[in-house]
């Protein structure tokens, strides 16, 4: 444990000074995570008021409150990583990875939570820090599995285009799942995209009971636990697939 803690506190403290490098990046990004839930906003408000004043239980003031703390929440359980690993083979940058002794996940880890750092805004609440570091930790662990399907495709910018697209619609980032067709509503109920994104935000603006709010944590441990084991059983066989290319 006191090798881990030190390894973060080194990797985390290195990440964020490239952070601080990166100012105007990060707030091109910044940029790009307010328009796209603005728009959504503007399009479902629209809706609602067409409907009377209100949709699906939400109105233009609920549907402000949702997309704001969806923003947050979407940039927080975020990551990139999946998609640099097609480059990193690519560009012969994963052989030096496996060279270091400690797993390459430690390093992507780190890289991720110095972002939210620098990123962060205060967000206060009982059960909502928990329920949004259970988020990022569903959502990382899923992306950095679906990831290893690089070394036995070397291109995997289909694949991860096809789980953004699910992603998008089962999270709640289009719209709230409320508004889902009941089926669709419960496919989202059932995979784990709805707790990597939605969960937290319907926490926070009260929409669950707190049956619901506490088997919706269980659930995130649960996804958290599935995705760890896939990921255990498939990064050895990745490995073993390995073959570095590149400059």
């Given amino acids: 444990m006191s090798f881990l803690r030190d390894l973060y506190a080194a990797l985390i403290r290195i990440a964020l000074l490239v952070e601080m490098q990166y100012r105007a990046s990060n707030l091109i990004w910044l940029i790009g995570m307010v328009v796209e839930p603005l728009i959504y906003l503007v399009v479902w408000s629209a809706a609602a008021n067409a409907q009377g004043g209100t949709l699906g239980g939400f ?5 402000a409150a949702y997309y704001l703390v969806l923003a947050a929440v979407n940039q927080i359980t975020s990551g990139w990583h999946m998609w640099e690993f097609q480059f990193r083979i690519e560009q012969g940058q994963f052989a030096f990875l496996l060279l270091r002794p400690v797993h390459p996940i430690h390093g992507d880890l780190a890289e991720n939570l110095a972002h939210k750092l620098a990123m962060q805004v205060a ?3 009982a059960l909502f820090p928990l329920a949004l570091g259970l988020a990022f930790a569903v959502r990382f662990v899923f992306e950095w599995t679906l990831a290893l399907a690089c070394f036995w495709t070397t291109r995997i910018m289909a694949v991860n285009q096809a789980w953004f697209a ?7 980032r289009v719209a709230p799942l409320a508004l889902l067709p009941a ?8 995979l784990p995209f709805r707790f990597m994104v939605s969960f937290p935000v319907e926490l926070l603006l009260g929409r669950v009971s707190q049956a619901e709010a506490l088997s919706g944590l269980a659930l995130q441990l649960g996804w958290i636990g599935a995705g760890s084991l896939m990921l255990w059983w498939l990064w050895p066989r990745a490995v073993a697939r390995f073959s ?4």
């Fill in 166 to 172: 699910v992603l998008f619609f089962l999270s709640g």
């Fill in 244 to 247: 570095s290319v590149g400059n």
């Fill in 183 to 190: 089926w669709l509503r419960a496919l989202a109920d059932a």
């Fill in 123 to 125: 967000l206060l609440t």
């Fill in 59 to 63: 109105g233009p003031h609920e549907f």
